[in-house]
Each structure stands twice: as structure tokens, then as C-alpha cells.
């Protein structure tokens, strides 16, 4: 199995979350970026550096990912084509992506864009906090096991 992060965006503290549970299940973990990051010195745990440009580290997660992996993204569009194919996904707060609420996220998420360009909602997502956190590791054990089931 492997676990995959849109690592530009997603929180340092899930990617250690991440890493932690890949030690103990004994899973890969695919860090993808579109510019160079530090990455923990595990051998389970690769880097790879898309070339720069719009949406080529989304892209590339949704060429290599297959089904029965997981991707953890915090982009709605993203995380729409990975469904769509049949993978995983889940945002660094611990809500996971399917397709049953795709469509409202995707609502939801094109409201706020609309309402931002217009001036009338400003700033982003809350503070990653404990709270976020215990949230992430909850769902991550959660899907893991569905997919190690699965397999």
C-alpha cells in the first residue's frame, strides 16, 4: 500500500502523522511537491519534485495513484479526480473524500472562491490545531484499515 500527500499544501504535523503510521502498518509514503521540501530520513518515505507549473503535482497524483491508495489533499478538485478514479482521499483535517459528498464540497468550496473574488469573505482555514489533528489520525486509522481489508 501507498500513501500519497499533496506535500506543498498539507501541514507538517499530518505528514509526521502520516509517517508515524506508515513505521508501524509498513507503507510507502509518496510526498509530492512542486519544489524541493526536507523530508523525514525513513526509507519509506520518498520525495518527488514535479516540475513547476499549475496543478502538476495534482496531476501527477492523479496519473500514479491507483485504487486501493490513498491521497491526503487539500484540494477539492484534486481530491474530486482521485474519487473518480477510485482512490482514497482525505484533507489533513480528517474528512475524507467520496463520492457522496463530492458534489456539496465542490459547492461549497465554489461558493467561497465566489464570495472571496467579490470581496466578501476574507482570510482561510482556522489554525491546524490538536483538535485537527486527532481528527486526521481518527480518519487515517480508519481508512488504512478499510484498505488494508480491502486488499
Not at 510526498?31 to 503535482?57: E, H
Amino acid at each position: 500500500m501507498r500513501v500519497w500527500i499533496d506535500a506543498d499544501a498539507c501541514p507538517k504535523a499530518a505528514k509526521e502523522q502520516v509517517v508515524r503510521f506508515a513505521l508501524k502498518r509498513q507503507f510507502d509514503v509518496l510526498l509530492v511537491a512542486g519544489q524541493p521540501l526536507s523530508k523525514p530520513a525513513f526509507a519509506c518515505v520518498r520525495l518527488i519534485v514535479v516540475p513547476s507549473g499549475p496543478d502538476a503535482a495534482d496531476d501527477y497524483l492523479v496519473e500514479h495513484a491507483v485504487p486501493g491508495e490513498l491521497v491526503i489533499c487539500s484540494d477539492v478538485p484534486l481530491a474530486d479526480r482521485l474519487v473518480k478514479k477510485g482512490v482514497a482521499a482525505l484533507d489533513p483535517r480528517g474528512k475524507e473524500f467520496d463520492a457522496q459528498n463530492m458534489g456539496e464540497r465542490l459547492a461549497v468550496r465554489n461558493l467561497f472562491t465566489d464570495l472571496r473574488e467579490q470581496g466578501q469573505v476574507s482570510g482561510g482555514q482556522a489554525p491546524y490545531g490538536d483538535r485537527e489533528k486527532q481528527a486526521f489520525a481518527n480518519a487515517l486509522d480508519r481508512i488504512l484499515t478499510r484498505l488494508a481489508r480491502q486488499a
